[in-house]
């Protein structure tokens, strides 16, 4: 089994800065990408950005130049730093990772954590 736990959630004023976490543990034999998600109240769950082990990145528009997402692939960890933060950036961020399982079979398969709580007051 594969889990993922976020970290560094938490309740920032507007403009203010923020560093999320998220480490994958357990029967890991490679991860094909890591990435954040987000869910505000009411609405669908969205991609902010992703993460492949050689560098590539990828960010939804409205992130862009504000979100960094980076990664350390020794540590099966990724990271999400938010700048100049907005109320509409409120929602609950979710870390995803598409991981091949360690096992006599190859295949992917998409794990979820928990989620961790941003709230950005104006």
């Known amino acids: 089994q594969v889990q993922l736990v976020e970290s560094g959630g938490g309740l920032v004023q507007a403009g203010g800065s923020l560093r999320l976490s998220c480490v994958a543990s357990?029967?890991?034999?490679?991860?094909?990408?890591m990435g954040w998600y987000r869910q505000a109240p009411g609405k669908q769950r969205e991609l902010v950005a992703t993460?492949?082990?050689?560098?590539?990145?990828n960010y939804a528009d409205s992130v862009k130049g504000r979100f960094t997402i980076s990664g350390d692939n020794a540590k099966n960890t990724v990271y999400l730093e938010m700048n100049s933060l907005k109320p509409e950036d409120t929602a609950v961020y979710y870390c995803?990772?598409?991981?091949?399982?360690?096992?006599?079979?190859?295949?992917?398969?998409?794990?979820w954590g928990k989620g961790t709580q941003v709230t950005v007051s104006s």
């Open positions: 995803h990772a598409e991981v091949q399982p360690v096992g006599p079979i190859r295949y992917r398969a998409d794990y």
């Open positions: 357990g029967s890991i034999f490679s991860i094909n990408r």
């Open positions: 993460f492949t082990p050689g560098g590539t990145t």
